[in-house]
């Protein structure tokens, strides 16, 4: 029998479109939640229809950014559809929703007429800027958070400009962030019994993670900017070309690590050798280190360099292209690979695994993104809140489902 997930039992209503929140919702969903997703009858989200591979007119970022999710249509914008979210909402612990501030409350939504009907109930807001604040108002992508935020300024190469991640970084981070603030306010409810809203910003999620920059830049004034394939003051830690022309990312900046590595390449001395004994004099001597490096790794094939590194304890790796990381053997075994049985095509299709892995209640993909919008309102609104299927009809026809 497979152990129910760690949220078994909890209720998601995930609201808007395209990745931050959505992303919380899925995340959610990976760990047990039931999340139910809805979209406006006339307008489903955009992510049915994005992703760069097409099979017989179907994308693919849906399959795994829906996965997990029951699909319901429903128009918030009308007093009956109004109604049917908020007897939905009394049977629900979380809302997710990710859009521009203020319009759960033009559609009179807000929190405190959702507290009125459901006093645990909570709210996670992700938005571009936060809910407070004078850039509250504000519509919010991850490219302009990424930038305002300071992250972007640290990426590239120095002297070109700043370029961004083939990917939304700054959705993914403030889906993370809201998915945390999600499960410590569940916890909280189960001491005081009361929700609470969660006001996640993409340009915040983006500053989180942002390391020493702020303190460092408080006390020495000092901007980091972009370092091209390493980090300033940090060595060795950068990618090396090998003899067949690929590179390797060699990191052994800790002192421990970094003897190991002077031993592997048959150059103990330089341990102890002043420019390189310490974490701080590598990060003074880093050019110079990262030329004895590179001279040793351009003389070897990529899987002897990772082989004799990896015997030794140096960490290492290969840079490995999508298609070299879906037949990586560790990400394999781990069930980092994944199938998803997508409806729309009639076979498998492989995503992203469930992160992290527990021991007691692990998560599981349980179906890939809905074949259609609304493809579980009559499960939804009829088996769960008791509308017949009359009702359900008249519904359809006008317009709120």
């Known amino acids: 029998m497979t152990a129910a997930g760690a949220l078994d039992g909890i209720r998601v209503i995930e609201l808007g479109t395209l990745i931050s929140g959505p992303f919380a919702g899925r995340l959610l969903g990976d760990m047990g939640a039931e999340v139910i997703k809805i979209e406006l009858p006339a307008t489903p989200d955009p992510l049915r229809t994005w992703g760069q ?7 693919f970022f849906w399959t795994v950014h829906a996965r997990n999710k029951k699909a319901v249509t429903l128009d918030l914008r009308t007093e009956k559809g109004r109604e049917l979210f908020l007897d939905l909402m009394e049977r629900s612990d979380i809302i997710v929703e990710n859009f521009r501030p ?7 939504l807000g929190y405190d007429v959702l507290r009125e009907r459901n006093k645990g109930i909570i709210l996670v807001r992700v938005s571009g800027y936060g809910q407070t604040g004078p850039d509250a108002g504000k519509a919010g992508y991850a490219s302009v958070a990424e930038a305002s935020s300071g992250l972007r300024h640290m990426n590239g190469f120095p002297g070109g400009p700043p370029p961004r991640l083939a990917l939304s970084l700054g959705d993914s981070l403030a889906g993370m962030f809201a998915a945390q603030g999600a499960l410590a306010a569940l916890y909280r409810r189960t001491v005081t019994g009361e929700g609470q809203i969660v006001d996640t910003a993409l340009t915040e999620s983006c500053l989180a993670i942002q390391e020493s920059t702020i303190p460092d830049y408080d006390i020495g004034g000092v901007v980091r900017g972009p370092s091209g394939t390493r980090l300033e003051g940090i060595a060795p830690s950068n ?3 090998s003899a067949n022309g690929s590179w390797v990312v060699i990191a052994a900046n800790q002192d421990t690590v970094f003897r190991r590595l002077c031993a592997a390449m048959g150059t103990p001395e330089l341990a102890t050798d002043d420019r390189f004994a310490n974490h701080v004099a590598r990060g003074r001597n880093q050019d110079e280190l990262d030329k004895i490096i590179g001279e040793w790794a351009g003389k070897r094939q990529p899987e002897e360099i990772i082989e004799t590194l990896s015997e030794a304890g140096v960490i290492s790796g290969p840079i490995n292209t999508v298609a070299e990381v879906v037949q ?26 469930v992160v992290p892995v527990l021991s007691e209640s692990p998560g599981t993909i349980r179906n890939a993104g809905s074949a259609r919008p609304g493809q579980h309102n009559d499960e ?18 006008e317009g709120v489902l």
């Open 328 to 353: 990586d053997r560790q990400m394999q075994a781990r069930g980092m690979i994944a199938d998803h049985f997508d409806e729309r095509i009639g076979r498998t299709v492989k995503g992203p695994g």
């Open 239 to 241: 990618i090396y070309q």
């Open 53 to 59: 591979a097409e099979l017989d007119g179907h994308h």
């Open 102 to 108: 203020g319009t759960l409350e033009k559609w009179n």
């Open 380 to 397: 939804v609104y009829g088996d769960l809140l008791g509308r017949s299927a009359q009702d359900l009809e008249t519904l359809r026809s």
